[in-house]
C-alpha cells in the first residue's frame, strides 16, 4: 500500500528542492550520475573538504524517481580556532537518478565517510553505488526483502499491512475497497439472530429476551437479568457465546 | 529464525578454525556486549592480541524511524524524531523544529523567551548527555564511582526535564513555533540549585578522573586521529575537536541566539582518546556557563510560543472563549499545519558532533522526508581506522572515546 | 519456617529458602538496547539503587544471568539475537519487557520493530512508559520477586 500522502503536485513535481530560495541554507548544485563525480571533484577542487552527508529522496512520481543528496561544507583540515573556521561554506548537490535504473558512482574512494551512508542508501532505497569497497545491507537484516524507505514500500512492512490501522476506518488512511474492521451491521445481524435462536432452543421465546440480547449481543448471560434455567443449564461463561469477530 | 548478524564469512574474513597454527582468530564484539554502548557488533581480526581489521556492523537497532516520520504530522513526528539520539531527545526536536520554522517562514517570530529556554535545555541536555558518557566509560575503565557522582548530576537535570515537559527522557517539550509550555512555578530555583551544585560535583569528578594514572595510562595514545583524516571521515563534535578543529555548529552557524552568550569552543590537538575525554569535560563547563547566563535573562516573563495560532495551539482558556481559538486548536490536532515546499538543511551541535536534518516538505500536512545527518554513525565509522594496530583492550576505550548513541546510528 | 524451642534448629522446606535466595539475588542480563536501557543503567545509580534489591550485579553473559530486562525497542535485525540469549540463559530464568516497545512496538508500529518481545520469548512482567521511570522497573523487579517466591520459574505466561 503506497503512502498516503501525495507526491509533490504541479510545478514543484519536478523540482520541490528549488522551490525557496529565501531561505538559503546552503547553495545548490543539480547534477546526473553521469555528472556526479565530475561535479563533486570541482567541488573538492574548490576546497570542500567534508563530505557532510549523503542522503536519498524518493519523489515517486517524479522523473527522475530519486534524489541522492550530498551535503558538502568547505571547512579547514589543519588545527585551526573557531575564529579561523569561521562560518564554512556548505554546498548541496542533488543527483537525480531515475527509477528504473539507480545507478551511481560511489564516492567513497574519494571521501572515507561514504562509505556506510552509501550502503544505507542502497539498503533502504535500492540505489545502486558503483565502485563501492562493500555494497551490502546496512540497516536491514541480510537477507530482507524490498527497500523499505521507498514511498510505495509499506510503513508496516508487507506481511502486515493486511490490518490497516487504525482500527476505526478514517477516509484519508484506509485503501479502496478494504473493509472496515470492527462489528458491521452484517455481523451484528448475525448475532441477534443466533441469539433469538439460542433462546427459541431453550424454550422461552421471549421477545423481552430476544431484545435483551439484541442490545447486548455479547451475551445475555452478561445483560440485565438471566433467566435460571439458562443458568442451570451451562456453566456460566462470561465470554460472548458465539464470538463472532 | 535464522541467525541475522553478520557471520565473519559475509564480511569477507577468512575463518579458518581446522589448523591454527598462528595466533589469528576472527572475534565477533557483540551485538550484546557490556561494553559497546549499544547494540553494536564489531568483528574484529586479531593477531594475538593486535587488532588488524575491525569491521563494525551496525542496524541492530534500525526503528525505521524516518519512515515512520513520513506518515505523522509535522508536530507528531518529533515524538519518533526526539528518540534517535536518546540520550539528548531535545536536541533533535530542536534541530527538527528549526527546519520546520525555516521552512515555514517563522523563525524570526519565535520570542525571545522560547529561543533562551531552547537553549537552556539544549545545554542541560550536553550536560546530561556527557553525565553518561563520562560515567559508563569510566565503567569500562573500571572506575565505578565516577558512574554514581555523574548520575546523580543527571537526576537532577532530569528533574528539571520531569517539571517542564513531563517527562524525564522524552519530554517533547520544544513545539513549533517555541515551547510546549511555559516554564512551571519553581522551576527556576530547582535550576539555582542545579547550577550550585554543578561546580562541586564536578570538581570531584575531575579529582577522581582526570589525573588518574590507570585512566590516562589507558586513554593517552590510544586512537589517534589526524586534522585531515578527521575531515575526511567527516567527524564533527567533541571527536573533531580533539584534533584540534574548533567547528562548532553554535559558533559557526548560530541558532536560537547563540550569538549572544559568551563560551569557549574547548580543543585539543593530541587527537587520541585522552584529548577527547578532556574536550568533553571541558565542554561541560562551557554548557553550564551558558547556563548561568542564560539563568538571567528568565527572570522576566515573556511569551513563550509564537501568537501564530495556526501553527502553535492557542492558551487552553481562550478555547471555550473564542471560536477562532476553538477552530485552530480544532484543525492543529485533527489535522496539522501545511507546510509550503521545499527543503533545508538544519545543523546544530548535539553532545555528539553536528545533528543535521535535511527536510523535504511537498506541500502536504505530513514530512515528505526528514533525512538525518546523525554525528554518531560517521563518527563510529572511524573505527574501521583507528583500530588497527591497537590492543583488542583499547576497543573498549574508543568507542567510549567515540561516543556514539545507536538510536542516532541505526534510527 | 519453625523454629525450634531450643533455639538450635532452624526448620524449613529446601523450596523456600531456594526461592528465598533466588528472589534476593534476581541477577539481570545486561541487554539494553535503547532509550529504556539508560533508564535501567539510571535505576543502578543511587537515587533507585536496583542493588538494594538483590540486583546487585548486572552479568554480561548470559549464562550467569537469571533476569532479562529487554529495556528498548527490539529492531528485527536483533530479534534473532534476544532470543539466542534467552535460550543460553540457564533455568530458571525470568524476563521482564521494559518499556512500551518491547511490550508492544511502542511508537513504532512500522516495518522494522517487532511488535512486541512477548512474540519471540516468553514474558514474566509488562513495564509500561516510554521510558517508564526506574521506579517502574523496581516495581517489576519486586513483582518478579513475589512470583519467584510464589514458585514461579518463569516463563509463567506462556505455560500458563
Redo the contacts between chains.
Keep these: 500500500m503506497p503512502s498516503p500522502q501525495a507526491p509533490p503536485a504541479g510545478a514543484t513535481a519536478l523540482d520541490p528542492t528549488a522551490v525557496r530560495p529565501d531561505i538559503a541554507d546552503a547553495r545548490v548544485v543539480r547534477t546526473t550520475p553521469g555528472e556526479l563525480r565530475a561535479v563533486l571533484d570541482g567541488l573538492r577542487n574548490e576546497g570542500m573538504t567534508m563530505l557532510v552527508d549523503v542522503g536519498g529522496v524518493d519523489y515517486l512520481e517524479r522523473v527522475p524517481r530519486y534524489d541522492v543528496v550530498y551535503h558538502l561544507m568547505k571547512i579547514t583540515t589543519a588545527p585551526a580556532s573557531p575564529a579561523q573556521v569561521g562560518t564554512p561554506e556548505r554546498v548541496r548537490v542533488l543527483c537525480g537518478v531515475p527509477g528504473d535504473a539507480p545507478v551511481v558512482p560511489s564516492v567513497a574512494g574519494v571521501w572515507p565517510s561514504a562509505d556506510w551512508a552509501e550502503r544505507e542508501i542502497f539498503d533502504l532505497y535500492g540505489i545502486t553505488f558503483t565502485g563501492h569497497p562493500d555494497l551490502r545491507r546496512i540497516q536491514m537484516p541480510d537477507e530482507w526483502e524490498g527497500h523499505p524507505l521507498r514511498k510505495d514500500y509499506p510503513l508496516r512492512g508487507p506481511a502486515r499491512e493486511r490490518t490497516p490501522r487504525p482500527s476505526f476506518a478514517l477516509k484519508s488512511n484506509v485503501a479502496a475497497g478494504t473493509p472496515a474492521s470492527g462489528r458491521t451491521a452484517a455481523a451484528l445481524q448475525k448475532q441477534i439472530a443466533q441469539a433469538r435462536g439460542r433462546s427459541e432452543l431453550h424454550g422461552a421465546a421471549d421477545p423481552a429476551a430476544a431484545a435483551q440480547s439484541a442490545k447486548h449481543p455479547g451475551g445475555s448471560a452478561t445483560a440485565g437479568e438471566a433467566k435460571p434455567e439458562q443458568l442451570a443449564d451451562r456453566p456460566v461463561n462470561l465470554k460472548s457465546k458465539d464470538n463472532t469477530p | 529464525?535464522?541467525?541475522?548478524?553478520?557471520a565473519p564469512e559475509?564480511a569477507?574474513y577468512n575463518v579458518d578454525v581446522v589448523e591454527k597454527t598462528d595466533n589469528r582468530m576472527v572475534l565477533s564484539m557483540g551485538?550484546?556486549?557490556?561494553s559497546t554502548h549499544?547494540?553494536l557488533q564489531i568483528v574484529t581480526e586479531i593477531e594475538g592480541e593486535i587488532v588488524t581489521k575491525a569491521s563494525p556492523e551496525?542496524?541492530?537497532?534500525?526503528?525505521?524511524?524516518?519512515?515512520?516520520a513520513?506518515?505523522l504530522f509535522w508536530s507528531q513526528a518529533s515524538?519518533?524524531i526526539e528518540?534517535m539520539d536518546?540520550?539528548s531527545?531535545l536536541t533533535n526536536a530542536l534541530c527538527y523544529y528549526l527546519a520546520v520554522e525555516?521552512?515555514l517562514?517563522i523563525e524570526q517570530q519565535i520570542p525571545p523567551r522560547a529561543q533562551q529556554v531552547r537553549v537552556l535545555v539544549s545545554e542541560l541536555s550536553r550536560i546530561a548527555s556527557h553525565c553518561?558518557w563520562l560515567?559508563?566509560g569510566g565503567i569500562d575503565l573500571g572506575a565505578l564511582t565516577g558512574?554514581?557522582y555523574c548520575?546523580?548530576l543527571?537526576?537532577r537535570i532530569l528533574d528539571l526535564f520531569e517539571m517542564s515537559g513531563g517527562?524525564?527522557?522524552?519530554p517533547n517539550y520544544i513545539r513549533v513555533g517555541g515551547l510546549a509550555q511555559d516554564l512551571p512555578d519553581g522551576f527556576l530555583g530547582k535550576l539555582d540549585a542545579v547550577i550550585d551544585m554543578y561546580e562541586p560535583r564536578m570538581r570531584d569528578v575531575r579529582r577522581l578522573l582526570q589525573k588518574n594514572p590507570i585512566l590516562q595510562d589507558r586513554m593517552i595514545d590510544v586512537g589517534i586521529i589526524e586534522?585531515?583524516d578527521a575531515?575526511?571521515?567527516?567527524l564533527t563534535g567533541p571527536v573533531l575537536r580533539g584534533?584540534?578543529?574548533?567547528?562548532?555548529v553554535r559558533?559557526?552557524?548560530p541558532y536560537c541566539g547563540y550569538e549572544n552568550y559568551e563560551f569557549d569552543?574547548p580543543?585539543r590537538?593530541e587527537g587520541d582518546a585522552y584529548a577527547r575525554f578532556l574536550v568533553r569535560l571541558d565542554e561541560m563547563d562551557e554548557a553550564m556557563r551558558i547556563v548561568r547566563q542564560v539563568r538571567k535573562e528568565l527572570d522576566a516573563p515573556g511569551p513563550w510560543q509564537i501568537p501564530d495560532t495556526k501553527f502553535a495551539p492557542p492558551p487552553k482558556e481562550t478555547i471555550a472563549l473564542s471560536m477562532e481559538a476553538l477552530i485552530h486548536h480544532f484543525k492543529l490536532v485533527s489535522e496539522s499545519f501545511r507546510v509550503?515546499?521545499?527543503?533545508?538543511?538544519?545543523a546544530v551541535e548535539g553532545p555528539r558532533g553536528?545533528l543535521?536534518y535535511?527536510v523535504?516538505?511537498?506541500?502536504?500536512n505530513?514530512p515528505?522526508?526528514v533525512?538525518t545527518?546523525p554525528p554518531s554513525?560517521?563518527n563510529l565509522?572511524v573505527l574501521k581506522?583507528i583500530a588497527l594496530g591497537e590492543l583488542i583492550a583499547d576497543m573498549v576505550v574508543m568507542i567510549g572515546s567515540l561516543d556514539p548513541v545507536?538510536?542516532e546510528v541505526?534510527? | 519456617m519453625a523454629l525450634n524451642g531450643g533455639g538450635d534448629f532452624l526448620l524449613t522446606t529446601v523450596d523456600s529458602v531456594a526461592r528465598w535466595a533466588q528472589a534476593s539475588s534476581v541477577w539481570p542480563l545486561t541487554m539494553g538496547l535503547a532509550c529504556c536501557a539508560i533508564e535501567m543503567m539510571t535505576a543502578t545509580a543511587p537515587e533507585y539503587d536496583i542493588a538494594r534489591l538483590g540486583s546487585e550485579v548486572f552479568r554480561a553473559s548470559p549464562r550467569q544471568a537469571d533476569l532479562m530486562i529487554v529495556s528498548g525497542r527490539v529492531s528485527k535485525k536483533m530479534g534473532p539475537i534476544v532470543k539466542r540469549l534467552y535460550d543460553q540463559m540457564p533455568e530458571p530464568k525470568w524476563v521482564i519487557s521494559m518499556g512500551a516497545c518491547a511490550s508492544s512496538g511502542g511508537v513504532f508500529d512500522n516495518y522494522a520493530i517487532v511488535q512486541g518481545v512477548d512474540t519471540i520469548i516468553p514474558v514474566d512482567v509488562y513495564v509500561p512508559g516510554c521510558p517508564p521511570t526506574p521506579d517502574g522497573l523496581l516495581y517489576a523487579v519486586n513483582l518478579i520477586q513475589q512470583q519467584i517466591k510464589a514458585g514461579g520459574r518463569g516463563g509463567v505466561l506462556a505455560r500458563a
Excluded: C
Design positions: 529464525m535464522t541467525m541475522s548478524s553478520v559475509a569477507g551485538p550484546q556486549h557490556p549499544g547494540v551496525i542496524g541492530y537497532l534500525h526503528t525505521g524511524i524516518e519512515k515512520s513520513e506518515n515524538t519518533v528518540r536518546y540520550l531527545p525555516k521552512l517562514a553518561v560515567g559508563t558512574f554514581f548520575f546523580d543527571r537526576e517527562a524525564r527522557m522524552h586534522p585531515q575531515v575526511a571521515w567527516s584534533t584540534g578543529i574548533a567547528y562548532d559558533k559557526a552557524f569552543v580543543t590537538t509550503p515546499p521545499g527543503d533545508v538543511y538544519q553536528e543535521g535535511y523535504v516538505s511537498n506541500g502536504d505530513r515528505w522526508r533525512r545527518r554513525m560517521y565509522q581506522k545507536f538510536g541505526d534510527r
